[in-house]
């Protein structure tokens, strides 16, 4: 019987070498997922004309999300607690109806300089009273959460 009980053993030993195995490499792949995954987060992109910003695009990520765009003219915005980031408009359509539209900070962890010429343009172009073009993202349960995804005026 000593035979058996150290192949019960090492049976033991493989399948917690495997165990651990496999966790290492789910964690790896996790912190993978975490770096590049900014890779692939949204990456704003200014449109100048004569020196000033025209238009701002790619400021939100689409997956699973509808697209759809707006025209109106901005009601009120909503800054985030520091005061520093637009965290959301509402924009009045021609129809009459407001329509609250979030606005993603992900470009802030991006450099200073991007991080400062973006949040200028979107206060900019965003000012109250100013008409605009947007194009939102429609996300979660049936598209009801709407983001900010590109920004031009009218």
Same mark, same amino acid.
């Given at each position: 019987?000593?035979?058996?009980? !150290?192949?019960?053993?090492?049976?033991?030993?493989?399948?917690?070498?495997?165990?651990?195995?496999?966790?290492?490499?789910?964690?790896?792949?996790?912190?993978?997922?975490?770096?590049?995954?900014?890779?692939?987060?949204?990456?704003?992109?200014?449109?100048?004309?004569?020196?000033?910003?025209?238009?701002?695009?790619?400021?939100?990520?689409?997956?699973?999300?509808?697209?759809?765009?707006?025209?109106?003219?901005?009601?009120?915005?909503?800054? !985030?607690?520091?005061?520093? !980031?637009?965290?959301?408009?509402?924009?009045?359509?021609?129809?009459?109806?407001?329509?609250?539209?979030?606005?993603?900070?992900?470009?802030?962890?991006?450099?200073?300089?991007?991080?400062?010429?973006?949040?200028?343009?979107?206060?900019?172009?965003?000012?109250?009273?100013?008409?605009?073009?947007?194009?939102?993202?429609?996300?979660?349960?049936?598209?009801?959460?709407?983001?900010?995804?590109?920004?031009?005026?009218?």
């Amino acid at each position: 019987m000593p035979g058996r009980t !150290s192949q019960t053993a090492a049976n033991g030993v493989l399948r917690s070498v495997v165990a651990d195995a496999l966790a290492s490499a789910l964690i790896l792949l996790a912190i993978l997922l975490l770096v590049f995954g900014g890779a692939v987060l949204a990456r704003p992109k200014l449109t100048y004309d004569a020196g000033k910003a025209f238009g701002l695009s790619h400021l939100a990520t689409d997956e699973g999300c509808r697209s759809a765009k707006l025209a109106g003219r901005v009601v009120k915005r909503a800054f !985030s607690r520091d005061e520093l !980031s637009l965290e959301s408009v509402i924009l009045e359509e021609q129809s009459g109806q407001w329509t609250f539209i979030n606005v993603e900070d992900g470009y802030r962890t991006l450099d200073a300089a991007t991080n400062g010429a973006v949040n200028h343009s979107l206060e900019t172009l965003l000012s109250v009273g100013k008409p605009v073009s947007l194009r939102i993202l429609g996300c979660g349960a049936a598209a009801r959460t709407l983001t900010l995804d590109a920004v031009r005026p009218l």
